[in-house]
T-cell receptor, first 113, second 110 residues
């Protein structure tokens, strides 16, 4: 009964390094989302996907790229990490966007030095 | 641009007290309003979802109301317990974009 699984849980990067965050869901959901959560702020949508092979920009997409090659996986990439990208990243999935709750993973805590 | 605000940022109450958490949003053209719970170091758990055509939703000791005309939603927690201690976030969905408030951190003291 895994739900939404995010890997890794913690990561420390140096400025300029690249990395990929993986999100996997086992609920056969069509929609998947990547958010970031910063202190004193609500979650902000980075990118989302409405189905396999599709991606779209959210509120704060700059500096990030995503891919949805398989329905169950949604990858978030940082090509050249910057200190401003230090945050907690959450992945979520849902059956469809309207009137269905989103299911969240436990987050990835990313620090960029 | 939709803005979602939650006041207060933190709330501390004694066990057994009934309490209300507030959420306001600036654009009434929303599809739904959701309330989430977030425990430290964890993701969000959906508590209640109110569709735009509804006025309230109830689950156990929780009751959420929605007033689109005034841009407000409230989450009522009856007979609070220490296990209710967490951060509660509301989120408004419009045009495929969910906007979150910063949350209210609730502490229920035994």
């Amino acid at each position: 009964n895994a739900g939404v699984t995010q890997t890794p849980k913690f990561r420390v990067l140096k400025t300029g390094q690249s990395m990929t965050l993986l999100c996997a869901q086992d609920m056969n959901h069509e929609y998947m989302y990547w958010y970031r959560q910063d202190p004193g702020m609500g979650l902000r949508l980075i990118h989302y996907s409405v189905g396999e092979g599709t991606t779209a920009k959210g509120e704060v997409p700059d500096g990030y790229n995503v891919s949805r090659l398989k329905k169950q996986n949604f990858l978030l990439g940082l090509e050249s990490a910057a200190p401003s990208q230090t945050s907690v990243y959450f992945c979520a999935s849902s059956i469809r966007v309207i009137n269905q709750p989103q299911h969240f993973g436990d987050g990835t805590r990313l620090s960029i030095l | 641009k939709q803005e979602v605000t939650q006041i207060p940022a933190a709330l501390s109450v004694p066990e057994g007290e009934n309490l209300v958490l507030n959420c306001s949003f600036t654009d009434s053209a929303i599809y739904n309003l959701q309330w989430f719970r977030q425990d430290p170091g964890k993701g969000l758990t959906s508590l209640l979802l109110i569709q735009s055509s509804q006025r309230e939703q109830t689950s156990g000791r929780l009751n959420a109301s929605l007033d689109k005309s005034s841009g407000r939603s409230t989450l009522y927690i009856a007979a609070s317990q220490p296990g209710d201690s967490a951060t509660y976030l509301c989120a408004a969905l419009d045009n495929n974009d969910m906007r979150f408030g910063a949350g209210t951190r609730l502490t229920v003291k035994p």
